[in-house]
């Protein structure tokens, strides 16, 4: 793709192709006619999974809603080569996703860590690594987990990991153990993308590199699965311990010593669905709080009528489309002139969209009452999820380090 030079409070333009409009209308009504009327059963087969004591299967209805995305044409959206759509009509359809964040991603086959484990496949793996792994991951066949953050270090500072991928003859020798691998407590799981240092003498961002780790080779341990605030995730974010784990040095991904270029280009879209997704859960909050505001009567009149509830709902209309603004600017800006000349802008959606969206969240559950605090309306799980997206791909402080770092740089003689 070609970047050219932009200025940044140039003209922005957020028209959708015809192609995407088209995409777009077509998701919404997948949403409206099986996504929505599947949640309550999606619930059920997972409270019967846990039940059973299998908490990480996956309910049956997603493999349904699956067949019927797939004839719909609702499939690898995410991925700019198979969908011919930008990062900016992909931040549009992700959005609607999250309305629906266990299910509707997943159905469409959109779901993370596999559409950055695809696009890092996709981009750096060799032909042997995209007809063993891609091609199953883009069928939706398998699933795979992204082991990078360690709990021994401060992983804010990715510089510090300090997992051993050691070359000997053929093969490369991982000793490390990680956590927050998501996806690898599913039974589907088959590989996992590994970063680890394989030159610590080099300079500090050339001594990281990533391999492929099949689930199965000898040495790898999932050892837990850990919970959010309680919740446990049917695919799971694991810790996984790797004791002289073999793979062969053909399972390299890039160049030795690239892990830290390749997680930099897995993060810029990959911050973007985030939010996105994330501001379609507050849309879903923002709808609650409206029906519940108008459905309940306290003090003789509705809860709508009551100046402080109307703030509530007013406050919130208001920072979801700041947040959206900011992010659809950011995608805009990716498509222009390429994921680093928008770190700066990814930063800030990264700090600021999850700030809004917890609020709104927060809010709704505040006008729920008791209710919202409940398992009975999912608020307590959206804002428990959406509170990890303040650590996720980088916490909060290490994102306003960069957006300072590039405002200063702007003064800098």
Partial sequence: MHHHAVDKGSPVDFALSPAATDALARLRS????????????????????????RPHDLPPVIEELKTEARTRGLWNFFLPE?????????????EEMGRSGSIAPEAMNCA?????????????????HKAR??????????????????????????????????????DYVING????????????????????KTDPSASVHRQQSMVLVPRDTPGVTVVRDLPVFGYTDQHGHCEVR???????????????????????????????????RAIGVAERALDMMCERALSRTAFG???????????????????????????????????????????????????????????????????????????????ASMWAHARTLRIVDGPDAVHVRTVAKQELGKHRT
């Avoid at 153990?177 to 680890?196: H, L, N």
């Avoid at 890039?254 to 973007?272: C, S, T």
């Avoid at 900011?326 to 700066?344: F, P």
């Fill in 30 to 53: 997948f949403m409206d006619e099986h996504v929505y009327p599947a949640e309550s059963v999606y619930a059920e087969q997972r409270r019967a999974s846990i039940a059973a004591g």
């Fill in 82 to 94: 198979v969908s011919g759509l930008t990062n900016l009509e992909y931040a549009v359809l992700a």
């Fill in 112 to 128: 993370a860590p596999d559409t950055g484990n695809m696009e890092t496949i996709h981009l750096f793996g060799t032909p042997e």
């Fill in 133 to 170: 792994w891609l091609e199953p991951l883009l069928e939706g066949h398998i699933r795979s987990g992204f082991s990078m953050t360690e709990p021994a270090v401060a992983s804010s500072d990715a510089t510090n990991i300090e997992t051993r991928i050691e070359r000997d003859g053929d």
């Fill in 177 to 196: 153990t990680k956590w927050w691998t998501s996806g690898a407590a599913d039974p589907r799981c088959a590989i996992f993308i590994v970063m680890g």
């Fill in 242 to 276: 790797y004791e002289d784990v073999r793979v062969p040095v053909t399972n390299l991904l890039g160049e030795e010593g690239g892990g830290f270029a390749i997680a930099q280009a897995r993060l810029g879209p990959g911050r973007i669905h985030h939010c996105m």
């Fill in 301 to 379: 009149q509705p809860l709508a009528d009551q100046g402080v509830v109307r703030e509530q709902i007013a406050e919130s209309r208001m920072a979801i489309d700041m947040a959206r603004l900011y992010v659809l600017k950011t995608a805009w800006l990716i498509d222009q002139v390429g994921a680093k000349g928008a770190r700066g802008e990814v930063s800030g959606i990264k700090v600021m969209v999850p700030r809004a969206v917890l609020e709104v969240i927060d809010r709704a559950i505040q006008v729920h009452g008791g209710a919202g605090v409940s398992d009975d309306f999912g608020l």
